[in-house]
């Protein structure tokens, strides 16, 4: 081998395509038969395959907990459509493009076309925001920062990853909310004459503040992923690129972007994932409106979730439908996000490993 | 094109670990030149001395003076990159970039450097892909990932990169280490190709490849673990292999050591 | 090959020059001093903003001439370098301010209610008006609905995982594998409503002469619905890391596969996969609105998880921020407090635990 500590040397060691393979095969086909004790000194014939025996019903045990994931994702949509049909049924108005939400009345009408689109807007500005700067964290981390510093930052991120959102949606309302209020007032009197940020206040408790703290609230966790992706750029490939005259950003682009792609789009999307479930930080930071408006700074906002915190103390049986109605549709989202984000991953993962 | 290499007295370090000791010697243009030497003697990092890679690794330092046609490359105004560009390098594994198809890889270092036309991209690809032997494996199937091709063929793919951005010296880190009988063939077949255009300088591991395709050899050797590599003998190849002057040399040659 | 340089004239492949201008550091700081002046004057001249408008324009004029300079001194690739590598620390600076915001004000405003009452009294009879009250019951709430769910998810998760690992083959384990992942995405409170609608409002009338009730085992089922994929998840990723000769070694000493996972390859992996399961436990710690749907939170203590209103320390602190007394935030924040060094000792200590497994990556 090298006669340098070569950094490609060990480039595989994270791979764990190699060692899942390998735990397949060595699992593969060898299932011994039996457990009772073999006759001793018996000759004879050898032992039969006992029909029942400790191992079948292991290895049911374990196939019934894998099947649990798919039997838990069903029962939810199950139990949501049947809660929620009944609310749906004494709906006044249309589900989908609704924009009020008065489930409690005599006569309800509630919709989620305002919520839906709260809840989209607020995550996609969250990400928006909070994306290019965890990435740029990231590659800080990975590929600027001496060990020495990046290994306790990376702690740290890892750390703040786990703070709950409860914590953000705290300090959001109560101290972000004055430096929103003044640099929304600001962006009022010279942005005004765009519709994003016009009105005539008051401002402070908008789609900004909550967007922002989503935006602080998912920092952490994408800059973690993609760390951890980033890392895993094999040196030799980094080396390549370095010895064809790369600077050290071209290096990036060409060696390691690349490479951590699937695992940055994971990151994005369980940031996304997250962003659209948040309930807490919104509920406490959003000004709770229903109406569909792209104005980013009025008071007001609202989303799917933080909806039904707020909502569910004061709801009848019709009004807990609704939530649960508007629950689903949530449900329906983020599964669509989630799903999509897998298949990219995976298809992604079959173009490399075609190659080995 | 091809430019000589000059070391005079060069030292590289690992933090505190001095791994090769003063090293001097000079390759002419168009020629190809082996490392030799037993495991840990120093020969790769002189190697990636050579084109700077030796200070990529945390701590690596280097002491001593480096020309390429007289220009010092560890001068402090010199850009590091265009050293890179001037010599290039190809590694022990394999390592074409797992992303790319086979005609990104070939033309990677072409696009770094700005190149944008597809034509010239295309033509570029094409010489660097035939000069490298590898073409017609390849020519039906550009769009598929380089990483899908054998490790020979790969390690011919990472040839066409290097020389497609038209360096001046080629450094190979054991470029044969990884690969069967077959493809080390075709690979020292290539080699010889190069060898008009390119100054070429090869650490290997393997005495005959070295007795078969180099003009000169360098010995390397360390007295003992934790000792720096020196340079014991630097010579026409056939002097090396049929009359060294070192006993060290010789003991090495005839699998006395090592 | 000098096709290429003739057909491109602006490109030089391989320069006869290794040698290269540099840029300064005077002429760096001069630029930076030069876009602060500018953005200055800018600003207060026309009385658009603060100092903070000031350096936010000034950062922006000094990354714009910095390319500008760089690039006309050292070439477009190495500016290009430079100022993404700008960028780069830029970004770092700019989330480290709220970040640090966000923890200066927990402990700060934490740190006034850290005493003996706090830990020790529940909010039963406390009024308006009352400066003390406590989260004993909602401490008492929070472990045992994580340890009821932890009791359940992690056999689940780690039988699941077992699954995957040593059994699953073909399409079906492809499935479950594939909606692991998708499971891991689903929000909190939709976890939160399916226990509402499926125990609360279906199951636990059964048990409560036909009233539905809220319950800290609702809540444990909602946080163990979340904990599962997790512990799944990590518990297949260290399995993944036995080694297969290890496997391999028992089964040619006649060791049935069941034995062989329980004796040697859960033990090999029991590191990891503690640290998974710690994980997943701080994670479920913090969560606020499955709890709040059906536990229904309380303000006396409920020891028992079977039946009745339950509070939790996160929806504690959701209750007492949303509370109208002048002494609820301290009591929010002490709470948020005492919830962050419970989530992240957790989490620590996992981490501590990973870095020792020989296992680990």
Known sequence: MGDYPSRSDNATAGDLGVTSRHAQGAGAGVYPSSNDEPPVGGGGALPKKARFSVETAFRALSTAAGAMVLVIIVAIAAFLVSKAVPALQKNNGNFLTETTWFPNDAEPVFGIAALAFGTVLSSLLALLISVPIALAIALFLSHYAPKRLATPLGFVIDLLAAVPSVVFGLWGRDYFQQPVRDFSIWLNEYFGWLPIFGGEGPFGQSIMLGALVLAIMVLPIVTSLSREVFQQTPGMNEEAALALGATRWEMIRTAVLPYGKPGVIAAVMLGLGRALGETIALALTLGITFDISFNLIQNGGNSIAANIANSFAEANATGRGALIASGLVLFAITLVVNMTARAIIYRRREFRDSAA | MAKRIEASNVSSYYGDFKAIDSVSMTVEPKTITALIGPSGCGKSTFLRSINRMHEVLPNARIEGRLTIDDQNIYDPDVDVTAVRRMIGMVFQRPNPFPTMSIYENAVAGLKLNGVKKKSILDEAAEKSLRAANIWDEVKDRLDRPGAGLSGGQQQRLCIARTIAVEPQVVLMDEPCSALDPISTLAIEDLMFKLKDRFTIIIVTHNMQQAARVSDKTGFFSIDKTGDPGRLIEYDDTQKIFSNPSQKKTEDYITGRFG | ?361
């Open chain 3, 1 to 361: 090959m000098s096709v290429l340089e003739q057909e491109v004239p602006g490109v030089v492949m391989t320069p006869d020059n290794i040698r290269t201008r540099k840029l300064p550091p005077a002429v760096n700081l001069g630029v930076a001093v030069a876009a602060l002046v500018v953005a200055a004057a800018l600003v207060l001249g026309l009385g658009i903003g603060n100092w903070v408008l000031v350096i936010v324009l000034g950062a922006a004029f000094y990354l714009g001439g910095l390319f500008f300079a760089a690039g006309r001194v050292e070439g477009v690739r190495a500016a290009r370098n430079r100022t993404m590598k700008s960028l780069i620390y830029a970004a770092c600076v700019l989330a480290v301010l709220p970040l640090a915001s966000v923890v200066w004000t927990l402990v700060s405003k934490g740190a006034s209610r850290l005493d003996g009452d706090f830990f020790g009294t529940s909010m039963n009879n406390i009024s308006a008006r009352d400066p003390m009250g406590g989260a004993y019951h909602a401490i008492i709430g929070t472990l045992e609905q994580v340890g009821i769910a932890a009791l359940m998810a992690v056999p689940l998760g780690v039988l699941g995982a077992i699954y995957l690992v040593e059994y699953g083959k073909g399409r079906f384990a492809a499935t479950v594998r594939f909606f692991v992942d998708v499971m891991t995405g689903i929000p909190s409170i939709v976890a939160g409503l399916f226990i509402l609608s499926f125990w609360v409002l279906i199951v636990s009338p059964y048990f409560n002469d036909g009233r539905p009730q809220f319950s800290g085992f609702a809540a444990a089922l909602a946080l163990a619905v979340l904990m599962l994929p997790t512990i799944v998840r990590s518990t297949e990723e260290m399995l993944r890391l036995v080694p297969g000769p290890l496997r391999e070694g028992s089964y040619a000493l006649g060791v049935p596969q069941w034995k062989t996972i329980l004796k040697v390859v859960l033990p090999t992996a029991l590191p990891g996969i503690v640290t998974g399961v710690m994980l997943s436990i701080a994670r479920a710690a913090g969560e606020t609105a499955p709890v709040m749907l059906v536990a229904g939170g309380a303000a006396a203590i409920n020891f028992d998880p079977f039946a009745g209103n339950q509070q939790s320390l996160a929806l504690f602190v959701y209750q007492q921020a949303g509370d109208a007394s002048k002494y609820a935030p301290a009591r929010a924040w002490t709470a948020a407090l005492t919830l962050v060094v419970l989530v992240l000792a957790l989490t620590i200590a996992a981490k501590l635990l990973a870095r020792r497994n020989k296992l680990s990556r």
